[in-house]
């Protein structure tokens, strides 16, 4: 029997796991979507066609309220780390105005998915999603069915990216000690299978829900990996690798800063291992897939380039607010380049643009990009190796190397935020009009230094500005018809 439609919400539906499931869930017939997010902008304009957006957050009580009136179900994968030293303080403010919204508007069911382990062992950041869980549970006038998922496996989530690296780049590796405790890992397909099953699964009261796949250690997932790679990898375990010294290295090798690198090792230290058998009862359809295949599947998204979505996706703590970064009247500094099209369509070269960095690179002067993305990421920046999450396709909130897209209106203007450390703000925007490519860096200095700097870089802006502009064009006259950039 086909259910009747009903309301569902997610809060954090731009983030790696909530745009998964929007995904999923628009696929179903029998749901009618509501969306709660920081920015419109972030969704596609097909997404925004299909369901219903509330704009705003939930410490703004009028768009919670909006956003939770006449809704059945209200999935809540929301979270504040990143967003400063008070993060646990605003998931508990978050998590309380969320289930108090929730009782007001009489929503019958919510859903929230949570980190695995348990209070005497959890390091600061388990312990906000422990606390995110017993308050959203808190209130008997609605049901919380809480999910607990240890490391997720799936392309673009931080966990499966920091293995990808490591086995990718380090044939031997120097382990610390406690790469032996016991884990239970899960592919993101099934987090979402049981994400999607709970909306309809008949579950008296409110439940934790621990889920996860076979137990192993966190040498066995690298050496799985490794295995799915088909690469040959040394594990060695040493004594002097501290948490701290782990971090760093991390944050050094693979895609992710120290905040996240150091919050994955804290998690580490301590086995994350299925305390109930919940899943198995209330869920028994599904079988979670094994590490082996939780591999195949994301590298298969990967090859494919489509990866749906990736950890650096949401906004942490300095781009939370993606409004006001956008405004660039702030800048007043400026290398500002025009490059006529010389009869090229504006629209081929958006494109060309749109494809910049990544695999691809800079077009021109890359060694000194990749430079520069070292002695970032040696300061604590974002980075080169972050990439970009497809080839073909940026959307806003995208991370592009060391850039957030934040504007991007189709054939017309792709505006970046550096994430670089630097002494100011920095913008990169590329505006077509009909007869010229105008490629603009703005600056906002940060005091002395930050002047001192922008005169240091002009030589370098020189160079590198003046190469890219032409080498965009260029490139849009080689480039084969692209996929619809936009569409994914
Ligand atoms: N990813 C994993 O590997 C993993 C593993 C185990 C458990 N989990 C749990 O799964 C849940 C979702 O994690 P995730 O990885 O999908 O997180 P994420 O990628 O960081 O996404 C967080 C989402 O929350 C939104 N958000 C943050 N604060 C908000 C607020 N105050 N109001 C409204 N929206 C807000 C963000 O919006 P913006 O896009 O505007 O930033 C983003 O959409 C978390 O509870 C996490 O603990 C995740």
Redesign the pocket.
Known sequence: MVEATKTVLI????????RRLKDRLLRRGDVCLRL????RS?LRQEVVGRVEVVE????QAEALRQAVCGVDTAYY???????GADYAE?DRR?AENFRNACVEAGVRRII?????GCRETASAHLLS?LE?GEILSSDPAVQTLWFR????LGAG???FEIIYHLVQKLPVMLTPRWLTTRTQAIAVVDVVNYLEAALYAPIDGSQQIDIGSESTDFGGILRQAAHVMGLRRWLIPVSVLTPHLSSYWLMLVTPVPFSIASALIEGLKSETLIQNEHARLFFPQIEPVGLEQAFRLALQEIENDEVL?R?C???DGSV?D?QSQDDLHHAVLRDVRRFALGGRHPQAVFETVCTIGGQQGWFSFNSLWRLRGVVDKLFGGAGLNRGRRVAHALRV?DALDFWKVVDLKPGKRLLLLSQMKLPGTGWLEFVLEPEALVQTAHFCPKGLWGRVYWALMVPFHALIFRQLGQKLLEQSDLSPKKKDFLNI
């Open positions: 809060a954090g539906a731009t983030g790696y796991i909530g709660l997010v920081r920015r972030k705003g957050d939930t410490f994968l929301i979270h504040s780390m990143g967003s605003r978050s929230y998915l949570g980190g695995l999603r995110t998922a240890g490391v997720i989530s931080a966990s979505s950890w996706d949401s906004s939370c993606l909130g």
